[in-house]
C-alpha cells in the first residue's frame, strides 16, 4: 500500500488545519492508522491512531485540539488540527499497520508562526 500526506502548510497560532492521507494499492479499510509528526532535532511523535472500528486515541499533545477520523470510501484519513500552536510544527506523518509490517507516507510539511 502506498501513502500520500497533503493538506500542510504555513498557518497562525490558533489556525486550522485539515491533513489528508490518501492510500493506493489497496484498501486500509481493515487497516489501523496513525498520524505521527517529527519536529527537527527530536524524535517521532505518535499524535493519533483510529482503528476499523472508528476507535480513536490521541496523544496528549492532541487531545481536545485534533480529532482523527476516516472516509473508507475515500480510502483517506483526515487529521483535523485546530488551535495550533508553534510547538505543533513538524513533519507528518501518516502510517498504516498490518501486522506485521507497518507502511509510512512521505510526510507533509506544517509550520505554525507565532
Known amino acids: 500500500v502506498q501513502l500520500a500526506e497533503s493538506g500542510g502548510g504555513l498557518v497562525q497560532t490558533g489556525g486550522s488545519l485539515r491533513l489528508s492521507c490518501t492510500a493506493s494499492?489497496?484498501?486500509?479499510?481493515?487497516?489501523?492508522m496513525g498520524w505521527y509528526r517529527q519536529a527537527p532535532g527530536k524524535e517521532r511523535e505518535w499524535v493519533a491512531s483510529?482503528?476499523?472500528?472508528?476507535?480513536?486515541n490521541y496523544g496528549d499533545s492532541a487531545k481536545g485540539r485534533f480529532t482523527i477520523s476516516r472516509d473508507n470510501a475515500k480510502n483517506t484519513v483526515y487529521l483535523q488540527m485546530n488551535s495550533l500552536k508553534p510547538e505543533d510544527t513538524a513533519v507528518y506523518y501518516c502510517?498504516?499497520?498490518?501486522?506485521?509490517?507497518?507502511?509510512w507516507g512521505p510526510g507533509t510539511q506544517v509550520t505554525v508562526s507565532s
Open positions: 494499492g489497496r484498501t486500509i479499510s481493515s487497516n489501523a
Open positions: 483510529i482503528n476499523r472500528l472508528r476507535l480513536t
Open positions: 502510517r498504516a499497520a498490518s501486522a506485521p509490517m507497518y507502511y
